[in-house]
C-alpha cells in the first residue's frame, strides 16, 4: 500500500479527478494549501500599493492506494495536471510514500482490503 500526496494547480482538479476516475482511483482527500517553490511568487498591487505574494494557492490531494495502482495513479495525475505538453514551472509535486496500514473505521476492516 501507499500514500500518495499530489500538489497541484487549483485549475486542474477536475481534469485530474475525471483521470483518476478511469483509471478506477475513486477515493481521495483533497485540502487548499500554500506554498512556493520555483513559481517564487508573484506581485500585486493593492488599494495603489505594491507587495509580493510568496505563497500560492495550491491543492493537494491524499490518494491513499494499492501497489497495482500505483502507477495508473501517478500517470493519470500528471497526464491531466501537466500544462502542455512540457509542462511549467508551477505545475505541481507528486510524492509516494509508503503506507503501514489503514483500518476502516466502520466494519475494522485493515490493510488493502480496507483502501
Do not use: W
Not at 509508503?98 to 476492516?109: A, F, K, M, Q, S
Amino acid at each position: 500500500m501507499k500514500m500518495i500526496e499530489a500538489i497541484i494547480q487549483p485549475s486542474k482538479l477536475e481534469a485530474i479527478k475525471t483521470a483518476l476516475s478511469e483509471v478506477d482511483v475513486i477515493r481521495l482527500t483533497i485540502g487548499d494549501v500554500q506554498g512556493f517553490g520555483q513559481q517564487k511568487g508573484h506581485t500585486e498591487v493593492y488599494h495603489g500599493h505594491e507587495y509580493t505574494v510568496n505563497l500560492l494557492r495550491k491543492v493537494m490531494l491524499r490518494i491513499a492506494v494499492n501497489d497495482e495502482y500505483v502507477e495508473p495513479t501517478i500517470d493519470a495525475i500528471i497526464k491531466a495536471g501537466r500544462s502542455g505538453e512540457e509542462g511549467k514551472i508551477g505545475d505541481g509535486k507528486i510524492f509516494v510514500m509508503p503506507l503501514e496500514n489503514c483500518v476502516r473505521i466502520r466494519t475494522g476492516e485493515r490493510g488493502t482490503a480496507a483502501i
